[in-house]
């Protein structure tokens, strides 16, 4: 995966990168009763508009991407310093009230997202095969403390298309995935896009646990 991944940014096959931000954001995250100010993981980043959006809302953001590419784009298409260091086997950017972290999801520990209060997910669960879905969602339970809530976006796709990435993931394996550590609420669902017959669908996802 991590291969195909890197492939795809250097040679610009990122047709999964919107040139908005997603309209799913902007609609249910201010109903999810995220703290205001509450730092935010956002897992498989890519150069995501929707980093900045929730930036401009308060939000710390904590990015991390494995494409080198993704990272120096984001940079270069937004405004302000930048900041360069390197610290927990990540090279790490800052720009503005956005950090963006370069290396393996997996590799993030605890110690790192301590400060961490939400999390937001539109292409990193989809982006995944099969097999390394289930490390994916044990290592984001460990990284998010109790109480703490996110928005989680997948898709499914058309019955008879087991392409990917991005990976169909229906409402059946999110429930088997995270309803061990996580209270999960469907939002909703949506039409199938034209051309690709991918289907969107939103939950919002609650840490389980007590608060601390």
């Not at 260091?85 to 503005?96: L, P, T, V």
């Not at 539109?122 to 460990?142: G, K, N, S, V």
């Not at 609420?185 to 669908?201: A, K, Y």
Request: aromatic share 10%; with cysteine; net charge negative.
């Amino acid at each position: 995966m991590s291969n195909e991944w890197l492939d795809r940014w250097r040679e610009g096959r990122i047709g999964f990168h919107r040139d908005e931000v997603h309209a799913a954001l902007a609609r249910h995250w201010p109903n999810l009763g995220v703290a205001p100010g509450s730092k935010v993981l956002v897992p498989l980043c890519g150069k995501s508009l929707d980093m900045r959006w929730l930036a401009q809302r308060g939000h710390p953001v904590l990015g991390i991407e494995l494409a080198g590419e993704a990272i120096e784009q984001f940079l270069a298409e937004g405004e302000g310093e930048i900041s360069r260091y390197h610290g927990d086997s990540f090279d790490i950017s800052r720009q503005g009230n956005v950090e963006l972290w370069r290396g393996d999801f997996f590799h993030l520990h605890i110690e790192a997202a301590a400060e961490v209060g939400a999390f937001y997910d539109r292409a990193a669960l989809i982006a995944l095969p099969e097999a390394t879905r289930q490390r994916y969602a044990f290592h984001l339970a460990q990284l998010i403390p109790p109480g703490s809530r996110g928005l989680l976006i997948a898709l499914t796709r058309a019955p008879g298309d087991e392409g990917g990435p991005p990976f169909s993931v229906d409402a059946e394996e999110i429930r088997t995935l995270f309803a061990a550590n996580f209270e999960l609420v469907h939002l909703e669902e949506g039409e199938p896009e034209s051309g690709s017959g991918f289907r969107e669908s939103v939950w919002a996802l609650t840490r389980r646990g007590p608060r601390t």
